[in-house]
């Protein structure tokens, strides 16, 4: 069973930056698509970043193009997203997820979530 935690969450104002780590256990992050969504309140759940190792590519959503960027540290099982100008819109659990069948689509393992509160 695949076991997601996320961490590095918090509280940040306008403009600030958060970096997201998630560590995984009985998995290891390189045959696979590894994602990062988020769901804020009264709002539908928003895929925000996704890396696909058999695609070898990784992909955001329009709307953290520029600010957000993926990483792996692929020794220590990690995976991170680093948050840059972050903004009240940004306010949201975010969700670490895998999906063992490459797709990007969030239909495979989810860790707990962390949250991240962008204030102005």
């Known amino acids: 069973e695949v076991r997601l935690v996320e961490s590095g969450g918090g509280l940040v104002q306008a403009g600030g930056s958060l970096r997201l780590s998630c560590a995984a256990s009985?998995?290891?992050?390189?045959?696979?698509?590894i994602g990062w969504f988020r769901q804020a309140p009264g709002k539908e759940r928003e895929g925000v970043s996704c890396?696909?190792?058999?695609?070898?590519?990784?992909t955001y959503a329009d709307s953290v193009k520029g600010r957000f960027t993926f990483s792996s540290d692929n020794a220590n099982n990690v995976v991170y997203l680093q948050m840059n100008s972050l903004q009240p819109e940004d306010t949201a659990v975010y969700y670490c997820?895998?999906?063992?069948?490459?797709?990007?689509?969030?239909?495979?393992?989810w860790g707990q979530g962390t949250q991240v509160t962008v204030s102005s």
């Open positions: 997820t895998v999906d063992l069948d490459y797709s990007c689509s969030g239909v495979g393992s």
């Open positions: 890396f696909s190792t058999s695609a070898g590519t990784t």
């Open positions: 009985s998995f290891t992050f390189d045959d696979a698509a």
